[in-house]
């Protein structure tokens, strides 16, 4: 439902069309009378409506049962179940996400114990240093005639490794006690900094009219970030985050981007920028009230999302790879060429966006050295631009709980049935 | 003839313990503490049996047994090998170099007096 139609309904059931495009995008949830009033407008079951609402729930719930494999679970009726007991359907997945917390943190604690060369070295110390105490005291204890002389070294020696003993074991405690500290904060950093960006729609306020070269402070950040590395995360985020809006200042880029389309090379042109900071700084736009949120993905060379601005209708993999098929991908196939492209999300709602891509190196690193690359894409709610006449991509967000039939990139079987 | 031992150990209080204890079971202690040189202090002293720390400074005691093994003269010579780390691919790795046995820290007094005593048959 888009333009005059949208606007007809709003007023046909009573509220303003910002309030009907907020419903539309899963923002505001509704329930009585309204949901009854909309449905019989648009001529369908209420239940359709209200099943609408949970999308984000039954993606998260087929997540959920893909990550265990071995359990049959009736994934087809998923939305059915999502819809009649929204608060056990909410209560997997906040306990998978949860499970996928524990797993992230025993993978990392996993390491450390294999690969950490300071805790290696110290729990070698701490063995060695048990072995001579142990050796020396037994001695003492077994032997029933020792001279003076050795009786005396030995103790010596036991006095010392005591000590050695003592600090060793100090080290590891406050090694440890480090370690938990950066544990503690569930999630990874990336998902940290995700979140504290969420809390402000991913547009930082602070940083709009900060003064070329100034530092950039952390003050909410420092406080809601627990980690070192969603720290460090979080202020490389921030730095780039005050380029762009220093090189594209808000006013004049909002008035230009709606003037122009939102297209990025002409926007890139006009201020003298590279694409893909134009593709940030769209995505770090406000979103106007009543209009539907932009997207933004970021990958590294090897594919893995580095960044993601999730928006209602294009799913996000929360962990493992993405759908092969995105523009984002493309991009990465054909470094500094732009991608544009008409995607539909696979699904029972295929929901459509126009998406802008492109790849281009991070850094120069010399010559002879191995190139950094890095993909950005847009998604643009399609009730946002005008839509260029282009032949509509059909992408899913995994392999796993993508239903697409005969997809030529397909990595693995789905655990849904799959679509013609 | 006493027989002789070769502890090649970096740690000086676990050197002295160990030397102690089999000085009174009647062995002829000489020690080593360095990697680098542990080959050829083998070569000149022709122990009877060798007791090889892994981690060592300069060279680790894999290397060591490795080279001990590919000469003929040190091929059969009970070699005693002992570690902080007990990790299995820690005690594959001495199996795969030849190490005679494989001990980890800490280790008793009685147990590594018994090893020495079996692998020398006496």
């Known amino acids: 439902m888009a333009g005059v139609r949208q606007v007809a309904l709003a007023r046909t059931v009573g509220i303003s069309a910002a309030y009907l495009n907020l419903i539309e995008h899963n923002k505001r949830r509704i329930g009585g009378k309204l949901l009854t009033d909309i449905a019989e407008a648009l001529g369908v079951e209420a239940g359709v409506l209200a099943e609408g609402a949970e999308a984000g729930l039954v993606a998260d719930l087929r ?18 179940f999502a819809g009649r007991f929204v608060g056990w359907a909410g209560l997997i997945v906040a306990q998978a996400q949860r499970i996928a917390g524990l797993e992230r943190t025993v993978e990392g604690l996993t390491d450390r114990m294999a690969h950490d060369p300071h805790l290696a070295a110290s729990l070698h110390d701490v063995l060695t240093t048990v072995t001579a105490i142990n050796s020396t005291a037994s001695i003492l204890v077994d032997t029933d005639e020792i001279e003076e002389e050795w ?5 010596r020696n036991i006095h010392e490794d005591s000590q050695r003993l003592a600090e060793s074991s100090q080290a590891l405690v406050a090694y440890f006690d480090t370690a938990a500290e950066a544990e503690a904060s569930a999630g990874s ?3 940290e900094l995700e979140r ?42 921030l730095r780039r985050y005050r380029g762009d809006a220093q090189a594209m200042p808000l006013a004049e880029f909002t008035a230009r981007a709606e003037a122009q389309g939102y297209d990025p090379l002409a926007l890139a042109a006009g201020f003298g920028t590279d694409p893909a900071a134009v593709l940030r700084r769209i995505a770090a736009l406000p979103t106007p009230r009543g209009a539907g949120a932009i997207g933004l993905v970021i990958c590294d060379g090897s594919g893995t999302l580095t960044f993601r601005k999730p928006i209602d209708g294009f799913a996000l993999p929360r962990f493992g790879a993405a759908c092969p098929l995105w523009p984002l991908y493309q991009a990465l196939g054909r470094v500094t060429a732009p991608v544009r492209a008409v995607v539909e999300m696979s699904g029972r709602e295929r929901t459509r966006f126009l998406t802008y891509a492109v790849a281009q190196p991070v850094a120069v690193t010399g010559f002879d050295a191995p190139s950094v690359i890095e993909a950005t894409m847009l998604m643009l709610p399609v009730d946002r631009v005008a839509v260029p006449d282009l032949p509509v991509l059909q992408i899913g967000t995994s392999c796993r709980i993508c239903p697409q039939h005969d997809c030529p990139a397909r990595r693995e079987p789905s655990i849904l049935a799959e679509e013609a | 003839m006493r027989k002789r031992v070769l502890l090649i150990e970096d740690e000086p209080n676990i050197i002295q313990a160990i030397s102690f204890i089999l000085s009174r079971d009647g062995w002829t202690v000489d020690t080593h503490a360095d990697g680098q040189t542990a080959v050829a202090e083998v070569a000149r002293r022709t122990p009877d049996i060798v007791i090889l720390d892994v981690m060592l400074p300069n060279r680790s005691g894999f290397d060591i047994l490795a080279d001990l093994r590919a000469d003929e003269a040190t091929r059969a010579l009970p070699v005693l090998m002992l570690t902080a780390r007990g990790q299995k691919r820690d005690r594959e790795l001495a199996e795969r170099f030849g190490a005679s046995r494989f001990m980890t820290k800490p280790f008793s007094n009685a147990e590594v007096l018994d090893c020495v005593r079996e692998l020398t048959g006496s």
Request: proline share 6%; no cysteine.
């Open chain 1, 63 to 80: 997540e959920a049962a893909a990550g265990l494999p071995g359990v049959a679970v009736e994934t087809a009726r998923a939305e059915e």
């Open chain 1, 151 to 155: 009786r005396d070294r030995f103790h």
């Open chain 1, 189 to 191: 950093p990336q998902e």
């Open chain 1, 196 to 237: 504290w960006l969420a809390a402000r729609d991913y547009h930082v306020a602070g940083l709009e009219t900060v003064e070329p070269g100034s530092a950039v402070d952390l003050p909410d950040a420092a406080a809601q970030i627990g980690s070192a590395s969603g720290q460090v995360l979080t202020k490389r985020f």
